[in-house]
């Protein structure tokens, strides 16, 4: 009869009985004993791990569409102000800059000067803002593949504060693509609820182990 090799704890090479799930010795989990995957363990290994990643893929890529979205958008809106305040600056050909503008903007009045360099500024502010959204999105995309909790909820807030200015300054905008925000707004809470389910699996992994 043959006998069989004796059991070794896989830490510390002490001597274990085929169904210790912690050594005896040094107190260590055994890794290789089907018993020592506990039910909390196994849904990162198994059921809940794809839909997990699922959402924050999703959410990631919720962000990189955001940032192409910014760069359509700037583009579209930084040309139509450029056209829009093209036909205003040929008006204000017939004025000199030290001529006073009759009607009043924002209750405020300009020399032709002034106006002619707010026009100028608007179409600068359209394009850089929104490019420089767009760079900060695409940077959380990046962000959001490596640390996804922190990544997604800043993507949250930036855009949720985008979405408060642009209706102080005209609140048409609010229901303007309101689908589109209330996905993306859906896409980062799914996100965030994911990246905090996978904090929380790595938590008890950790405590566990330890």
Known sequence: ????????????????ASDDLFC?????????????????EKPMRGVLKEPI????????????????????????LGITTHNTNQEARETLEAYDDE?????????????????????????????????????????????ARKNALPALITALCIYLAVQVLNAIISPMTLVQGWIIKILFIAAMVAGIKAALEVRKHKMEAQSFEA
């Open 1 to 16: 009869m043959i006998e069989e090799s004796p059991l070794k704890c896989e830490f510390c090479d002490e001597s274990i």
């Open 24 to 40: 005896p010795h040094c107190g260590k989990k055994q890794s290789n004993k089907e018993e020592s995957v506990t039910i909390d």
């Open 53 to 76: 990643d699922k959402k924050l893929r999703q959410a990631a890529n919720w962000v990189l569409a955001l940032s192409v979205m910014f760069v359509i958008s700037g583009t579209f």
């Open 99 to 143: 001529e006073e503008w009759t009607v009043p903007i924002n209750d405020k009045y300009y020399t032709v000067g002034e106006l002619r360099e707010l026009l100028t500024t608007e179409v600068t502010q359209v394009f850089v803002t929104n490019y420089v959204l767009a760079v900060i999105m695409l940077g959380i995309f990046f962000w």
